[in-house]
């Protein structure tokens, strides 16, 4: 009899060690569950920044090639006018040219009228 109260008791022993046991390892994986939504928020942020960063990304990608469409366009522009200006250039050379030769023309007849 005093055998089996000594299992009993050592059964009983082992029972309490047992729950206590389980009672550290429910704390832990309670902690361990939070640590883990704690770290889905976290996730979920980071994962929203990513999406904002992205999508700011583009934007300026976006506004980048607009810019740089409006550089080319204004580039083109540009050599145009210049194109333009000095075609200006010569007509007014060419036109300074033929008056100072007519000029030289009349002052030729005129100094031939005058002798």
């Not at 022993?13 to 832990?28: F, G, P, Q, S, V």
């Not at 920044?49 to 090639?65: G, S, T, V, W």
């Not at 810019?67 to 006018?81: D, P």
Request: with cysteine; aromatic share 6%; net charge positive.
């Amino acid at each position: 009899k005093i055998e089996l109260e000594r299992k009993f008791e050592h059964f009983q022993y082992e029972i309490e060690k047992a729950n206590r046991t389980m009672k550290e390892a429910d704390k832990k994986n309670e902690r361990l569950r939070n640590e883990i939504q704690e770290l889905k928020l976290v996730d979920d942020s980071v994962h929203q920044q990513l999406k904002d960063l992205y999508a700011e990304r583009d934007e300026l990608r976006k506004n980048f090639e607009k810019s740089e469409t409006l550089c080319n366009t204004y580039r083109t522009k540009i050599a145009q006018m210049n194109a333009k200006y000095q075609q200006l250039q010569l007509r007014f050379q060419t036109i300074q040219h033929n008056n100072n030769n007519s000029n030289n023309t009349n002052n030729i007849a005129n100094n031939n009228n005058n002798n």
